[in-house]
């Protein structure tokens, strides 16, 4: 069914399908990603491949770059809260936390210049890592918090995914696959701090999601209404597009895991 970002088409939408699931996506780019895949006919992004099951109405609100923070503030805040408070939403699609680890001035900071007595899990700041995972969790249990208070619909879930492994690599993001528009979000920070071997350098962002992981699973047994998918160990080398993300396969593998964890996860009147 076609996903949009207008509501009054939407409502439309619902209308026509009265029996549809209806879905609110609010997320990063692995819910908004652009590439050729679009103008190939091949859905670039998660959202897109759910946008071709029959049974969701999906109203995207997602957004390039959004960090999870930053969606549950300001002028975002206000409008996620003004369309939970007025449509009756099955389904909230949350896709953040990944640009809050590997965004600008963030990753870095999450790591120790190493030396050749250290090992790679010397390279990783515990204190700066745990500061920025009490971010990360308070946003996650805030949105809860406010789902909870504001939901025109109470029983709500919100579904929520744990992102992949990347694989540090020097290629960033290319406009069409083909013209390059920025350079890479993990390799130049590995470098600045000379951490130079590739294996160290998986091993670093692999223990990062893990404990990104942890963290959501934690806040879901206090929250019963947040569904966190494990989507870590389903991409192989392949499937990445760039460091961070996916080719339009790979997406596929990843909305599949989604789907399934919605379909299982009923709601009244789903």
């Known amino acids: 069914m076609p996903t949009t970002s207008d509501s009054r088409l939407f409502k439309d939408l619902v ?15 692995w ?20 946008n071709k ?26 409008s996620l809260l003004k369309r939970i408070s007025h449509t009756e939403f099955d389904y909230i ?35 700066r890592l745990k500061l920025r995972f009490t971010q990360i969790a308070s946003t996650y ?8 208070m504001y939901s025109k619909k109470k029983d ?5 995914h744990t992102y992949d492994y990347p694989i540090p690599s020097p290629r960033g993001y290319k406009a069409f696959d083909i013209i390059p528009l920025r ?14 071997d590739h294996q160290d350098q998986k091993n670093i962002i692999t223990y990062i999601l ?18 966190v998918v494990n989507t870590q160990r389903t991409l192989r080398e392949n499937h990445w597009n760039d460091e961070i993300h996916p080719t339009s396969e790979g997406f596929k593998l990843i909305s599949e895991k989604i789907y399934k964890a919605i379909s299982s996860t009923s709601t009244k009147n789903a």
């Not at 990603?33 to 006919?41: F, M, T």
């Not at 709500?156 to 929520?160: E, F, L, M, P, R």
């Not at 350079?183 to 130079?196: A, D, N, T, V």
């Not at 893990?210 to 569904?227: D, G, Q, T």
């Open 15 to 29: 209308e026509l399908h009265p029996k549809a699931k209806k879905v609110l996506a609010e997320g990063d780019s």
């Open 31 to 50: 819910f908004a990603y652009p590439g050729k895949y679009a103008y190939l006919g091949r859905a670039p992004n998660i959202i897109a491949h759910l």
């Open 53 to 78: 099951k029959d049974d969701l109405v999906i109203y995207d609100a997602s957004s390039n770059s959004d960090e999870a923070i930053e969606m549950l503030s300001g002028k975002q805040k206000f």
């Open 93 to 127: 699609l949350f896709s953040g936390g990944g640009n809050d680890i590997v965004g600008r001035y963030d990753f870095g900071f999450l790591l120790n210049t190493k030396t050749p007595e250290m090992t790679w899990r010397q390279c990783i700041n515990d204190k």
């Open 141 to 148: 249990e805030y949105l809860c918090e406010l789902v909870l």
């Open 156 to 160: 709500v879930k919100i579904v929520a």
């Open 183 to 196: 350079e890479p979000w993990l390799y130049p920070y590995f470098y600045q701090k000379e951490i130079f």
């Open 210 to 227: 893990k404990k990104f992981h942890e963290a959501l699973k934690r806040i879901s047994r206090r929250y019963p209404s947040l569904v």
